[in-house]
């Protein structure tokens, strides 16, 4: 007997019309017809449509799709024949079919049906979930991102390190830490790279990008809050100003979604996206100006004021009226921004950005204090115990130059470019203050 050739639903094609082929995937599909029968498996890449006339098919093959369940995983083989109404030209007339793991019924889910099912019956059973291609689409654009922001930063000198994310202190602020027994001591999930990538400024890799987990304790529930995210950092030192920092930032979303454009066409067609890139170079906007641009909506808001959700989603509005998706928020209020950014002399500002996409925040940075003694300062005046962050300290105590960095959201860069409503869409398994399985 001679071997069939393995196929999937991208490699088999009209051309093997008349040849032994073997493909593998899950019963979509199953149509029994009484003189025919059909039977659509899916893969990871489309569908292929097995049709089984009776006259032409042993008994046993019959009996199989007969007592088959849906989602069941099956291998199919036979001869493969162009078929004009088949999708992709071809189908497949089983010799055999191999049960390998029958699906028990009822199904949790529905993979194919249109209809709206609970975001939370989705998410409770994600594994089925993900069998819908659109779903599984947005982890193939995720991980495109991931290979251009590698791509670009490593272009551009940068060096990727990992840093712990157990750690002794936090960098973000008290209320989102999450705490952990560690043998005999308390520690915490990190929340962000900052301290670790700030340190090895002091070390001579003086460009370095960091793409990993953060966690964060965030009470509310919102469409883009999580507690487990993926933070893209990165910190460059000798910087003239932080006008060096934004130069990085901005090429670099240029760059991933560009990227995405160009080389993401299937996936975007089966999300019905439609990804543009953004205008450059984007609009710098200073904090001020953003704040009175908010208040002419005639939202209440003041000076020193974070913009909050609403006021960026204003803010949005009126940037997209200007044709702008991407644009930038400087010089926040010295007061409103962590001890590590570094005050605008004479003014209650800093050199702090936040970079919006389409009325949301996705990245915040700046350039760092490096002078040892106004940032022990700056801890002191935020009410922060400077002995507690010793091991950051020292660093900046034996030759620390001058730098700036940021910390871009993954998943807000995902959720935004394609549009989605919540940001869970963007991640396998989301944690929230609700969920924690699966
Ligand atoms: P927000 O004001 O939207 O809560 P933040 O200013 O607290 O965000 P940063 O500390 O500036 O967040 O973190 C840098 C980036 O990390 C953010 O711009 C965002 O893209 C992402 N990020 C922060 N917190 C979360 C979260 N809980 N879930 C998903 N992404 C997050
Ligand atoms: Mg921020």
């Known amino acids: 007997m001679s071997e069939a050739t393995p196929r999937n639903s991208k490699t088999l094609s ?11 995937g899950w019963a979509q599909e199953i149509r029994n017809l009484g003189g025919i029968s059909f039977l659509i498996i899916r893969d990871r890449h489309g569908i292929v449509q097995v049709t089984a006339p009776k006259k032409k098919v042993a008994p046993e093959v019959m009996t199989v799709l007969g ?16 078929a004009e109404q088949a999708k992709g030209g071809v189908e497949v ?15 949790p889910m529905g993979v194919v049906d249109k209809v709206n099912v609970e975001a939370d019956t989705r998410f409770d059973n994600r594994f089925m979930d993900l069998r819908r291609p659109e779903a599984r689409a947005v982890f193939e654009i995720k991980s495109m ?8 930063l490593t272009g551009e000198g940068f060096l990727e390190v990992f840093t712990p994310k157990i750690v002794a202190s936090g960098a973000e602020g008290g209320a989102t830490l999450f705490q952990l027994k560690y043998f005999e001591q308390m520690a915490y999930l990190a929340q962000s790279p900052q301290l670790y990538k700030q340190m090895l400024m002091s ?8 793409i990993g987990p953060a966690f964060r304790a965030e009470h509310s529930d919102t469409v883009r809050h999580v507690s487990e995210f993926i933070s893209f950092d990165g910190e460059l030192a000798f910087i003239d100003s932080m006008n060096d920092v934004l130069d990085v930032v901005e090429r670099c979303c240029q760059s991933v979604i560009g990227g995405i454009v160009k080389n993401a066409a299937p996936q975007l067609e089966t999300l019905n996206a439609s990804v543009t890139v953004p205008r450059a170079p984007y609009p710098v906007i200073e904090y001020c100006d953003a704040v009175e641009m908010v ?18 989603k204003a803010l949005g509005e009126i940037m997209k009226e200007k044709g702008h998706d991407m644009y930038w928020i400087v010089e926040y209020p010295e007061e409103a921004k962590p001890f590590y950014i570094m005050e605008k002399d004479g003014t209650p500002y800093s050199y702090s950005f936040d970079l919006d996409y389409k009325g949301q925040e996705i990245s915040s940075g700046g350039q760092r204090e490096h002078r040892y003694d106004r940032l022990v300062q700056r801890m002191q005046g935020k009410g922060l115990d400077p002995s507690a962050f010793n091991f950051y300290l020292d660093a900046f105590r034996f030759g620390m130059p001058p730098h700036g960095g940021w910390g871009l959201g993954v998943e807000r860069l995902v959720q935004k470019m394609l549009d989605l409503p919540n940001i869970r869409e963007t991640i396998l398994f989301p944690r929230d203050r609700i969920r924690l399985v699966p």
Do not use: N
Not at 145 to 152: A, E, K, P, Q, R
Not at 203 to 210: A, H, K, N, P, Q
């Open 14 to 24: 009209p051309a093997d019309s008349g040849r032994d082929v073997s493909v593998k």
């Open 67 to 82: 007592g088959l369940s849906r989602e069941s995983v099956v291998k199919v083989t036979g001869v493969a024949k162009a």
């Open 93 to 107: 007339v089983p010799s055999s079919i191999e049960v390998l793991s029958a699906a028990a019924s009822p199904l």
């Open 145 to 152: 991102v991931l290979d251009l922001i590698g791509d670009f």
């Open 203 to 210: 070390t001579g890799l003086d460009r370095v990008f960091e």
């Open 295 to 312: 208040q002419g909506t005639g939202m209440h808001i003041d000076l020193g004021d974070d913009l909050g959700t609403e006021g960026e």
